[in-house]
Structure formats: structure tokens, C-alpha cells
């Protein structure tokens, strides 16, 4: 019996871990990899199709840089999936403290704007795709960035990508999308002491 229980132990902090675990990529003019992640039955890539490193795009203001992060269901199953975006700030003509770059999301993506989060070095936000990804289909947030008007050479024009996925044929008809987000990838604590409950029984 309390081998049992070890196993199912094991598994419930195993999938923790998977749930939270994010897939990530590096938006910078230097390096273009590509990471995958898996959590059960859902797989994706997220990849930058029209970005070249051995083209170099000057970073300045009211450039254009080619960005395209965008994620692709590698797997049978549909999948909710999400981006979070790391903007770097700078100090901005317009006045204060502000992000180094701009871009409008796609069709498709919103953002969650009380999900926003900021430091001295960065703002963060989270966006959400609002239909089921299907097999083989892709999901780009944006198409290209604008370089925001600065006063003074950034320290760091990095920008970074995360994206998550879930597989949404395990979760109950009607959730919501920012429900699953919060409560299964943000919210460590209620996924800890929830783990099945927005699975089918």
C-alpha cells in the first residue's frame, strides 16, 4: 500500500513539473535556437520562420526587426497554448521608463493585461491564443517588431519568447482558456493541491 502511494506520488509531482516547465527561445539578433517541450500527448515548436541571424537588422529607433515567434502542434492532439513575452525597457524620448520595442499581435492572440509584470530591466506579458491549436497547425503572435524612440543605447535588446502548451482534449468542455493558464501553469500552489481538476474523469 504505501509503495502505491509512492507511485502515485511520483506521478502527480512529475506532471507538476512538466505542467510548469516552460518552452523558451532566445529573440535576439545572435541566435535563433530552437526548443521543443511535451507535457502527455501535446508537442510543439516554437520557431521564428522568416528570421535569418546571418541577416543583421540594426536596432534603432523606428526600425523595423523581422520577429515571427511562432508555435506549431507537432502532436494528435489540440492544445491551448500561450507566449510570454520579456520586453527589455529603456529610457524613452516620450519620457520615462519604457519598453524597447513594440509589436501588435496577430489574429487570434489577446493579451492578458492584468497577467503584466515589470522590473528595472524588463516588462513581461502573457498572451493567449483563444481557438484549440489542431495537429500541424501554427500560431505566430507577431510578424515584426518596431524599434520605440530612446534616448540612450539600450543595454540589452533582447527580447525573450516562452511558450506553453496544454492539451485541451483533456480538459472539460467550457473552461476557459485564461482559467487554464492561470490555475495550471501559473498557479503552482492550486495545480499542487488540484492536479486532475480540470481533466475529464
Known amino acids: 500500500m504505501k ?17 510548469v516547465t516552460g518552452l523558451f ?16 500527448n501535446v508537442k ?14 540594426e536596432i534603432k529607433p523606428n526600425n523595423e526587426i523581422i520577429k515571427d515567434p511562432t508555435i506549431t502542434n507537432k502532436s494528435d492532439s489540440n492544445a491551448f497554448v500561450y507566449m ?3 520586453i527589455p525597457k529603456v ?10 520595442y513594440s509589436f501588435v499581435p496577430n489574429d487570434g492572440w489577446f493579451e492578458m493585461v492584468d497577467e503584466i509584470n515589470e522590473d528595472e530591466e524588463k516588462i513581461t506579458k502573457v498572451f493567449y491564443y483563444d481557438l484549440q491549436l489542431s495537429k500541424n497547425s501554427e500560431a505566430t503572435l507577431f510578424n515584426k517588431l518596431i524599434v520605440n524612440d530612446y534616448l540612450n543605447e539600450p543595454k540589452n535588446d533582447s527580447i525573450k519568447t516562452y511558450g506553453y502548451a496544454v492539451d485541451s482534449d483533456k480538459i472539460s468542455k467550457g473552461t476557459d482558456v485564461v482559467d487554464v493558464y492561470r ?5 503552482k500552489e492550486f495545480w499542487k493541491s488540484n492536479p486532475f481538476s480540470f481533466f475529464h474523469v
Open 3 to 19: 509503495e502505491s502511494k509512492k507511485i502515485v506520488l511520483f506521478i502527480i509531482t512529475f506532471l507538476v513539473t512538466a505542467v
Open 183 to 187: 490555475n495550471m501553469i501559473k498557479d
Open 84 to 86: 510570454k513575452v520579456e
Open 91 to 100: 529610457e524613452l524620448t516620450s519620457g520615462g521608463m519604457g519598453e524597447l
Open 25 to 40: 527561445m532566445y529573440l535576439t539578433r545572435e541566435d535563433n535556437s530552437k526548443n521543443t517541450f511535451t507535457v502527455g
Open 44 to 57: 510543439i515548436t516554437l520557431t521564428e520562420p522568416h528570421y535569418h541571424k546571418d541577416i543583421k537588422q
